[in-house]
């Protein structure tokens, strides 16, 4: 890092226990994404401006050219402001939610406004923001989404793995063995290479077999947490009521998208929801998370397939939403903010009194996973419960898979074993956890809870 500024305060150490992630840190991986890898993923997003400019020229005109110098410059400022650590800036353009950006940046306590210095979580989620922000203030590529190419490619390339995973899910019976395979596929879509290395089959048969996953077991062996019973177990209780909403709160589009829609068609075609409500980013985000018109394309891709039963699914899930059985949530800015998810509650009300509507609510992916956790280096064994800081608008489900330093819920002795024999645990995404924990109403009758029960909350948690 070419920082100017006295950099004494970052320290070389991996991150210690009990604080949050930050680039801080030089030992962590935070340093080492904030250092090298956002950087790189600005500059894709540079070049894959200029690798669209034919078709942006012929769709806007000689015009947009303007936009792309600047959107250019742009960036390339933004990547000599990270390198060199300087402050975040306050938001001055058109932005949606520059209001509760602005508020939030104006009161971080100063030594955690730089982006090495402040916790690695609002440092993403900043350059993440201030990227779309260079293109929401253009005048011509507003609607841009400049990971559309890196979505659809993982689409693309999963084609097999689809194919195969389409004819094995038709018409399975309800069962939990069958619900739990399908979570399992859920979450190893959550890592792309490991998914798509476990759907290289030996012979033809094997093609159309749901237990694609027991013929790589091995997977399940790095599976470290598996609450899906609790969730299974949650659903069958709540049929008897009327209704039964699930929200999904969605991570990346491409394979892991398609998997979402299978688990969805499930838990719908067996009662074990009367209704899906998927939230998705409204901005482009974290390169490949999933954005509504993501869903429209994924659907097309689907339906036009030349496989009759990857075809039928696709229209099959076309009705579904058509039927509101499958309702794309109106995508909350709170989802692309920088807090972890115990303040919804102070921040964002609306969205945590819509969770709290649902049986059960499941978060997808590590960066949901880390705003549950705060981004906090919690003891691995602290129960998932405690970690989630009061945060309980419902019954809720964490499926990711392991990619940051952020973990609880395991058994005593599970980290330093893992430690020992892969020091790359943690950040590899060979290891996954499916947790649990259900909605218990805090004694001090509050209908929501808030930070300010959280205490007592914890207290009647069990
Ligand atoms: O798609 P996912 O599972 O949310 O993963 C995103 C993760 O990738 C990272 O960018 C690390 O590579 C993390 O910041 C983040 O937790």
Redesign the pocket.
Known sequence: MRTSANNSDLLDVATPRHSLLSGRFKQS??YV?LQA?MPGIMQQVINTLHSNEHELVKKHGEEVWKDIQVITHNIERLKRELSNDRRFTLFHGNEVDKAEWNAFLSELPHPKRSYFRAS??HA?CYLYRRLYSFFENSKHLRNFDYFLDLKQEDLRISELAITCLAKATRNLSKSFDNFGKLVRINLWS??FDIQLNSYYFSTLEDRSDINVLTSVADLDKRLLVDESLLVWNCLMKAKSNKEIIVDYIC??AGF?LFTDFLLMEYMLDHGLATQVRMHVKAIPW????VMPHDVEWTLKYLMDHKDECVSGLGWKLKRLLAEQRIVISPPSYFWTGPQAYFVMVDCSIGLYKLLSQAAVAIF???????KLLGDYIWDSTEEFITCLRGFRPTNMCAM??V??E?ICGLSEGTADRLLHTDPNWM?S?TYGVIQYTDSLKCKCECLHLTASCMDKSLMCSK
Do not use: M, P, Q
């Open positions: 991986f935070a994404a890898r690695w979580l993403e959550n890592h991570d990346n892991e974290y390169i490949s998370d997808k992916g590590d960066l949901n996973y880390r990711r898979t990619k940051c952020v950040i995404g």
